[in-house]
């Protein structure tokens, strides 16, 4: 009997200790880019919805802005009649078009597809209101401030300096109280429609006194799935071509540039790899189907 109960022990102890480990976004992303460059390829639809429904089973979606994978998913698996889970779903995807409501609103398919289950536009624009009024109030008052200050005198003159060292300042305050400052703690537009862009301002701090340490602690971030690679990576080019040093990342670079080589192009994917960013083939043809949609 003991026996028993020690193996079912046991049994939940393994079961709590996967449950509790924490996930690893940069995987996340790895499989995302994975999924949309074989469907590119082989147009198997259901393939894809069968690859990205194992994904959102272990991973809570974040939304890539270029590849909005899960409302893809949902839009594949309905036009399949394949389950999705429904309006849990649907109120799940969107939390994650909250901060781009500005343009997600004149998108009439979107709405479409919550007609089809029973969801009009009213009601979407409740759910989108009711996830605006469970933004962070303290961070967006702050940030509201900090990318006013960031873009005052069009970033010309003496105050610059002084007012990158201040929004570096709530940067600390903010990842010691409240952890990373992502779009679904304070959205993209904050007080008098200000535009808040979490990637510019982290570009600035590219040349902050503190940027080591941003460096690091971003990474972290990047992991957790609050901080996108691409928001990461800009501050650490940008570092890097202000210091006029080797590109880790290739966002600088070109094919066109002329130090620009084979060698290059290998150590830039491998280094975009390690943090869940596309290589830069891949890179450019994200970028020109993203385009293409726009255009449509």
């Not at 399949?80 to 969107?94: A, E, P, R, T, V």
């Not at 479409?112 to 933004?135: A, F, M, P, T």
Request: charged share 25%.
């Amino acid at each position: 009997m003991n026996r028993k109960i020690n193996f079912i022990l046991l049994i939940l102890l393994f079961f709590f200790s996967c449950k509790s480990k924490k996930l690893n976004y940069i995987n996340y992303y790895h499989e995302v880019y994975a999924i949309d460059s074989i469907h590119s390829v082989n147009k198997d639809t259901l393939a894809t919805i069968k690859k990205y429904k194992r994904l959102f089973r272990k991973y809570p979606p974040v939304q890539n802005e270029r590849i909005e994978e899960y409302e893809k998913y949902i839009k594949y698996a309905d036009r399949y009649n394949k389950n999705f889970g429904g309006h849990k779903s649907l109120d799940k995807l969107i939390t994650q078009v909250g901060p781009y409501w500005k343009y997600k609103r004149q998108d009439a398919e979107f709405f479409k597809l919550y007609k089809k289950y029973g969801i009009d536009s009213i009601i979407v624009e409740q759910k989108v209101n009711e996830w605006k009024r469970g933004l962070n109030k303290t961070l967006i008052d702050s940030f509201s401030i900090a990318f006013e200050r960031d873009q005052y005198n069009e970033r010309k003159g003496p105050s610059v300096e002084t007012n990158d060292r201040k929004n570096a300042n709530l940067l600390l305050w903010t990842f010691k109280n409240y952890g990373f400052p992502s779009k679904q703690k304070i959205g993209l537009v904050g007080n008098n429609n200000t535009f808040m862009p979490m990637g510019v301002l982290l570009n600035h701090m590219a040349g902050s006194q503190n940027y080591e340490y941003f460096k690091v602690k971003l990474l972290e971030y990047v992991k957790s799935g609050e901080c996108t690679p691409r928001e990461y990576i800009e501050m650490v080019d940008k570092h890097q071509y202000i210091n006029s040093s080797e590109s880790t990342y290739g966002i600088f670079l070109h094919y066109s540039t002329p130090t620009f080589n084979a060698s290059d192009s290998s150590r830039i994917n491998r280094n975009r790899k390690a943090v869940g960013f596309p290589s830069l083939k891949e890179s450019s043809n994200i970028t020109k189907d993203f385009q293409k949609k726009i255009k449509q």
